[in-house]
């Protein structure tokens, strides 16, 4: 346990360090900026909630990448999975008018959930029935989620005054709505720590999630085992999917209330990152997360006080999860050989914990 909580907080230390460096050769002061930026993140009660609220989806599209990833699976699309989440979401919560309150969120949430699972489904039956690499296919189905969410504000989803490419609001039966006023913290975040409790007590504790982790770690070692190793690749990609379409409905009935254009920055991007930083931990997902989000959050706070740019964030970012990286070669090696089309997949970071054979 201590291997797994340590490399990752020695990334966070030397990535702190590093950009430290930098910033004192930009003439900037390190604790300033990094003052700033708990200010902003956690430095009032409306900051420390809007952090939480940022965190949200990337609890989501996290606990979807670490689901996959877990079984071996490079799901790389969980930002298109929670595009047609949400667009499921947006396009059936005008309509519930009439519903009863939790009932209609009920649908709207599951609609977003269906609709992700669809989408994941989708990779997962090219990679088991067509062998096509699920990189690829994720990344690409990301695009088409993203043209389709263009096409359909600008088109069947538009509102009715067509004056901004934006579908009309859902039906404010379906809206989950700000419980802690004066904030937007809303129901979204309880969602995803059941979400990523229950997350935990499958992969480690059910033969469901003994299952994944064999295929993971070993596919031809699972398919000696009687795994079925193509069902189970179409199924976990549908969860996974599942995870992250969900996280956009959340996003529509707790925040958005309606479609945009653009609507994720890169979530399921970024919760790549979270689900590294994170070791792959359905609990640990939570804590990554709200580190993220708290960059994010306090990105702004930094540019105001410091006159830093908020692109530093991205930075902080990227030095994270390259010093990740450099603590767990493994982990890197793995997601190499599967780029590759290796064959056989074997999970690097479960590889790292097996003794040689």
Same mark, same amino acid.
């Given at each position: 346990?201590?291997?797994?909580?340590?490399?990752?907080?020695?990334?966070?230390? +030397? *990535?702190?360090?590093?950009?430290?460096?930098?910033?004192? $050769?930009? =003439?900037?002061?390190? #604790? /300033?900026v990094f @003052? &700033?930026?708990?200010?902003?993140?956690?430095?009032?009660?409306?900051?420390?909630?809007?952090t939480?609220?940022?965190?949200?989806?990337?609890?989501?599209?996290?606990?979807?990448?670490? +689901? *996959?990833f877990?079984?071996?699976?490079?799901?790389?699309? $969980?930002? =298109?999975?929670?595009? #047609? /989440?949400a667009? @499921? &979401?947006?396009?059936?919560?005008?309509?519930l008018?009439?519903?009863?309150h939790?009932v209609?969120?009920?649908?709207?949430?599951?609609?977003?959930?269906?609709?992700?699972?669809?989408?994941?489904?989708?990779?997962?039956?090219?990679?088991?029935?067509?062998?096509?690499?699920?990189?690829?296919?994720?990344?690409?189905?990301n695009?088409?989620?993203?043209?389709?969410?263009?096409?359909?504000?600008?088109?069947?989803?538009?509102?009715?005054?067509?004056?901004?490419?934006?579908?009309?609001?859902?039906?404010?039966?379906?809206?989950?709505g700000?419980y802690?006023?004066?904030?937007?913290?809303?129901?979204?975040?309880?969602?995803?720590?059941?979400?990523?409790a229950a997350?935990?007590?499958?992969?480690?504790?059910?033969?469901?999630?003994?299952?994944?982790?064999?295929?993971?770690?070993?596919?031809?070692?699972?398919?000696?085992?009687?795994?079925?190793?193509?069902?189970?690749t179409?199924?976990?990609?549908?969860?996974?999917?599942?995870l992250?379409?969900l996280?956009?409905?959340?996003?529509?009935?707790?925040?958005?209330?309606?479609?945009?254009?653009?609507?994720?920055?890169?979530?399921?991007?970024?919760?790549?990152?979270?689900?590294?930083?994170?070791?792959?931990?359905?609990?640990?997902?939570?804590?990554?997360?709200l580190?993220?989000?708290a960059?994010?959050?306090?990105?702004?706070?930094?540019?105001?006080?410091?006159?830093?740019?908020?692109?530093?964030?991205?930075?902080?970012?990227?030095?994270?999860?390259?010093?990740?990286?450099a603590?767990?070669?493994?982990l890197?090696?793995?997601?190499?050989?599967?780029?590759?089309?290796?064959?056989?997949?074997?999970?690097?970071i479960?590889?790292?914990?097996?003794p040689?054979?």
């Open positions: 346990m201590l291997p797994s909580v340590a490399k990752p907080a020695a990334a966070l230390a +030397l *990535a702190a360090l590093s950009i430290s460096i930098i910033l004192l $050769a930009l =003439g900037a002061s390190p #604790i /300033g @003052a &700033a930026l708990g200010e902003g993140a956690f430095g009032s009660w409306y900051a420390f909630t809007d939480i609220v940022k965190a949200t989806p990337l609890v989501f599209t996290g606990l979807a990448i670490s +689901l *996959a877990s079984g071996a699976l490079w799901n790389i699309g $969980a930002d =298109g999975q929670l595009v #047609i /989440g667009i @499921a &979401a947006g396009a059936i919560g005008p309509w008018g009439d519903w009863p939790p209609a969120i009920a649908v709207v949430l599951s609609a977003g959930a269906v609709g992700g699972a669809i989408w994941g489904g989708l990779a997962g039956w090219l990679r088991a029935r067509r062998d096509v690499n699920e990189v690829i296919s994720t990344i690409m189905l695009f088409v989620a993203a043209q389709m969410l263009s096409w359909v504000v600008h088109g069947p989803l538009m509102e009715p005054s067509r004056s901004y490419p934006a579908s009309s609001p859902i039906a404010a039966s379906a809206e989950l700000f802690f006023a004066p904030s937007r913290l809303n129901l979204g975040m309880l969602i995803a720590v059941i979400l990523a997350c935990y007590v499958v992969l480690f504790h059910t033969s469901a999630g003994f299952e994944l982790r064999a295929m993971g770690r070993n596919r031809r070692a699972a398919t000696f085992f009687r795994i079925r190793i193509e069902r189970l179409i199924v976990v990609m549908a969860l996974s999917g599942a992250a379409g996280g956009g409905a959340v996003q529509v009935s707790a925040i958005t209330h309606r479609l945009f254009e653009k609507l994720s920055p890169g979530w399921g991007y970024e919760a790549i990152a979270v689900a590294l930083v994170a070791h792959l931990n359905p609990l640990g997902i939570i804590a990554a997360a580190f993220f989000g960059l994010d959050n306090g990105s702004q706070a930094m540019q105001r006080s410091q006159n830093v740019s908020p692109v530093l964030v991205q930075v902080i970012q990227g030095m994270v999860i390259l010093f990740l990286l603590f767990d070669t493994p890197w090696s793995g997601m190499r050989k599967t780029m590759l089309g290796d064959s056989v997949m074997t999970d690097p479960a590889a790292a914990e097996l040689d054979a």
